[in-house]
């Protein structure tokens, strides 16, 4: 079982930054493919990045998200950096196993209660 936790969301104008975490309980964390969605109103929750060996980004936040993941802290990370009204959305973090389809929802067994990110123009 696997229990995640996101925090750091909030109000932010564009352009600017804002670092979501999402800590996860249980011992299995390195084994443990990370990702993180996002669901806007009226529309579907969709991919946004992943960590596993190595980072996936959706295309409509590439060179502008980065996301990493500390072992040690059992934590997943997601800096979010020159924020657009259009990134406005419920982020989740999910977890999966390693491998697989991690662009798709149905590849995380486990996910958080997620956290508001509103950008203003």
């Known amino acids: 079982q696997v229990q995640l936790v996101e925090s750091g969301g909030g109000l932010v104008q564009a352009g600017g930054s804002l670092t979501l975490s999402c800590e996860a309980s249980?011992?299995?964390?390195?084994?443990?493919?990370l990702g993180w969605f996002r669901q806007s109103l009226g529309k579907e929750r969709e991919f946004v990045a992943a960590?596993?060996?190595?980072?996936d980004y959706a295309d409509s936040v590439t060179g502008r998200f980065t996301i990493s993941r500390d072992n040690d802290k059992n934590t997943v990370y997601l800096q979010m950096n020159n924020l657009k009204p259009e990134d406005t959305a419920v982020y989740y973090c999910?977890?999966?196993?390693?491998?697989?389809?991690?662009?798709?929802?149905?590849?995380?067994?486990?996910w958080g209660q997620g956290t508001q990110v509103t950008v203003s123009s």
């Open positions: 999910a977890a999966g196993p390693l491998g697989g389809q991690t662009q798709q929802k149905l590849h995380y067994g486990y």
């Open positions: 249980g011992r299995t964390f390195r084994w443990l493919t």
């Open positions: 960590i596993a060996w190595s980072a």
